[in-house]
């Protein structure tokens, strides 16, 4: 942690904050400059010096060096985690494609849909039985029926199922019939909930929050795998910009990015990230070519009948060449998918 | 509903898109424009018609028309709500002044802190018992400890008492301590959470969303207020946006706009919403000089031992003068403080 | 254009605006709906009528139906615009590669790089001779002699030469010398320098501004095309967003998104784009698989000593890996690079 | 400037690094920390040398801790400048109120707003003679014309005159009727007229750009200040975020924030921060309760015919209501207005 103090602080100022420094229990280096002085704090522990020495009026910022992860970090564990479930699998060069609808609606919908993912390539089925709607007015889900449904195409096709949980009282119920618990994007700081699949076990997959910097997703990961729970997958879904002409903004370079940072598997989700059917198969390939892990893609039998995020689902037609562009990009590319 | 076809739409699809209109209910008006067709879509009922009709490749875009909230909306009730618990009344040119530390941490700090706020003009007592924080790492709140001292405190000063609850679970337990319970930004689109506190009847401060659009913020407050529960603050607290010298962006328009928009009061919290002690008082003036129905400002008898928001929190005695420079403009606009 | 009535906006209030729809020369359809009255108002001619409309305090909003742009709309024309310099190809399944250090330094720098970036396949070079700096302690440029050693670049590679011109005053100067003139992202809604690059006829590489939507971004080109200068390519260079890990975020969709609304071929700057080396390559491949027309990219023989950028800049080495995979990419997906 | 070596970096590794540190004539201070190691360089000279250190691979980050700007810096000049103009009065507790339409569009227009401005209390007449337009299909402004008119104005009124230069090759000749010199928004970092407007020695008022870091907006002062013009008065007119409510998103917090780090008079523009002519009046006494130094409003005889800005303007009667309110709020809080 480098502590800058302000311009002009004379020698007790320093000497004070020195003493405040190593009170922390840290070791404190002064550094004289031409303009300002500096105190180097070795030691950090990563909770709350951080805060406590910028509420002090002399100091103009405090400068943290270590990343405030550690249990997500790749410097803790450099091999990259690879999560597994039957045939999907992310991480290391395997590419996992989760495909299906928004919502569960019907038993006829999920299984026709699961049907069709499955034969064009998909290795899970995503589909919400819960579903977290910005009004109180949509529709809500099928809650326990959507999980039944969802068990059943895992049934017939053999797929992995991933859905999503809203809250630590659902959690146990959810985990009964899904492979991967699915928080979302507007969960990704509901600290109760991260606690409670972390403590399942099962597989998660973390959406970014629409405003989550990559400290704060990162932060969210390390709620849960400190838990105990290792299976994070981390899911980019595009943040919230001035830009208007896609619903959100999806910023590939988060792929390398994280991948730099942590060895949890990062997947994309085209369909939330641009919000419009026809930019999603260029950002399919746009983010196997950028290496990602996986992909989370909305797909439905017939966008023009979906309870929700219509406008963004592809039908399985589109789907199917869409995984076939993809398969093409990562080949050449040397990934599996 | 404003249906806007792509140009060179045929005569027969839009006739088809007219038939989709009224399956919906609703009565379709075609406007042959100079260079595109639209359909006025009379009839709206704001349940997903809007993403149905968008998902059709020959539709352009489809502009809504109503706002989709209703019960938060001025238009459904014109009068202003004010809500009311002892001294403390924010709403019809009353503003309200919600003030204390970040978090609960002993008996001492909060019985301190709560005889000076008081003192100062505060008329609620903030203070978090249960502390969503970003890394796990972090103070979490004293948990049930912390509301038994708030309570004390109240007792001690007849302040109300305002604190967060994260979880469905907890509603229950904090609604027995708390006047007010407080929906935190991180949990603006918890929609279970948001039914629960619904459900309880006590007055709610919900707080923005640091990425929520004034439609999605509206909308949570219209989760809350569907459940019959009629007593919603809404807090402004910064946004988040390319801007970094201060924590958040702070964007007072929100005030007259939401005061336009709803008849629920509108708080600011200016130690959020800035993140850095010297920028509050200044903030609090342009919050009061800006309408605003309350206050909501983090004060700690020793901002350098406080265990979070150490930096934006005001000591006593610049709370104190900070509430004479409030009083000062609240007097000359002709509000009551 | 749509104008919304506020809600109970009188029979004589909404008879008033009709007259002034009318007196516009617009044909006027009211819309009587449940809650509110619209007035679509046809034959929209994109010169103010919104703003004037959206005055009157009895209107709630104003919604155009049109955009705002002509010439560079695809509606107008359908057909691609393809921009050929020598063998540089950027449109229609073509892409173009860019390549070159931020600033031109020295003979041999310049000439250096261009044999470089030449061997591994750029079709063009770029080398900034006006520099525009966020400091003016910064390195300005070399000038005209920056524009000298491009030319002699050009005479040894055959590569088309592309360059920032940043003042009106500079143009004729620039257009001596350039094959093609970029107008950097800072001059995006610099009209005056728009209408004289527009004048030249020169081909133009024009940058979108940090926080410039879409309808800005094409009404920027509109300046150049309105001057009757047709050869104007868009490059998407990454907007400010609140994610600070990368120097800008970029959005790989608005390729697709443009290539729908626009004829005029896009190029994607990755460099800029992100900020870091280590982040270019698989941007680039991603840019390719997204569909791009053309590539720009920031080579330099030794980033360790460019004055300018050198975080960003990819070694000769690193740049002939990445075209080796963006050609491997571009090929199975059908493009030609 | 702190250089953070990546974890695990060797002894040698630092050591070159040293050396290159040394070799841009810095003294090396080198820091081992438990878990990575920091070079804390000291004497930096703000000339690119960051960037040069980041561009190594061993390097994680390099954090400055000098700000980049110097003449606009309060450390270096710590008496606020004023910017004084006949009765306009810009800084130390004085705020100058400079009002008037968009656009000058005619003789009439101009000299009945200057006098109702002045009667209000206005100190500075604004008015766009030539106007950077969004659309090249929009009114471009008077020209030469509309600053004939301005002047005539001042002659009228007494008022100070303010209007926007938008290239190098028109400052000669705004410079000749105006007294301030106003750079828009969209030319924040157009260099050449920054410098150009720089070298009249005439007062400057320079607009934040919408994505602009306070940075940023201090430099592009700084490139004014270093041609050794010290009259530069800063604009807060909002910045661009995901809102949409309003045209640009108002932070008043800058105003403080600004006054922490420079000494130059700040600014704000509540008609282009807001769009909306109903939230600018309490955005004008928010912007006085903030502390600015100056207001800047729109007024429009008649906001449904003005020919740019028509729903941001305010009525000459609306204009001196939201005069008296502010002057009430100065006065309390000890400013004179």
Chains 1, 2, 3, 4 share one sequence.
């Not at 819960?130 to 449904?149: C, H």
């Not at 099962?202 to 400190?226: C, H, N, Q, W």
């Not at 399919?284 to 979906?306: S, Y």
């Amino acid at each position: 942690m480098i502590v800058v103090m302000k311009k002009g602080a004379s020698a007790e100022v320093v000497q004070d904050m020195v003493r405040r420094v190593e009170g922390m229990g840290l070791k404190a280096h002064v550094i004289q400059g031409t303009e300002r002085t500096v105190i180097a704090a070795v030691g950090e522990k990563r909770n709350g010096e951080r805060e406590t020495l910028e509420s002090y009026e002399d100091v103009e910022k405090v400068v943290p060096i270590l990343a405030p992860y550690k249990i997500a970090s790749r410097e803790v564990k450099p091999d990259p985690t690879v999560v597994e479930i039957g045939s999907f699998k992310a991480g290391l060069g395997h590419i996992g494609v989760i495909a299906g609808p928004c919502s569960v609606e019907s038993e006829d919908q999920i299984m026709s849909v699961a049907a069709d993912v499955k034969k064009a390539g998909a290795t899970a089925l995503r589909g919400g039985a819960f579903k977290p709607r910005t009004s109180p007015y949509s529709f809500q889900g099928l809650k326990e029926e959507g999980l039944q449904l969802l068990a059943a195409a895992r049934e017939a096709t053999g797929l992995a199922v991933v859905t999503e949980v809203m809250t630590p009282g659902q959690v146990e119920l959810v985990a009964n019939y899904a492979d991967v618990l699915q928080v979302g994007a507007r969960n990704m700081q509901n600290y109760n909930l991260l606690q409670a699949v972390g403590e399942t076990l099962k597989p998660v997959l973390l959406k970014r929050g629409p405003s989550a910097t990559m400290e704060e997703f990162l932060l969210a990961a390390e709620y849960i795998l400190d838990q105990g729970n290792k299976h994070v997958m981390l899911c980019e879904r595009g943040v919230r910009t001035f830009e208007t002409h896609t619903r959100f903004t999806l910023p590939l370079a988060s792929v390398p990015y994280l991948q730099e940072k942590t060895h949890l598997p990062v997947i994309v989700d085209p369909s939330h990230g641009t919000g419009k059917a026809s930019l999603v198969p260029p950002m399919c390939t746009a983010a196997v070519a950028a290496g990602c892990d996986g992909l989370m893609i909305e797909v439905h039998p017939n966008p023009h009948q979906a309870v929700s995020d219509g406008a963004q689902s592809l039908t399985p037609e589109a789907f199917q060449h869409t995984m076939q562009q993809c398969r093409k990009v990562a080949e050449v590319l040397g990934y599996t998918m």
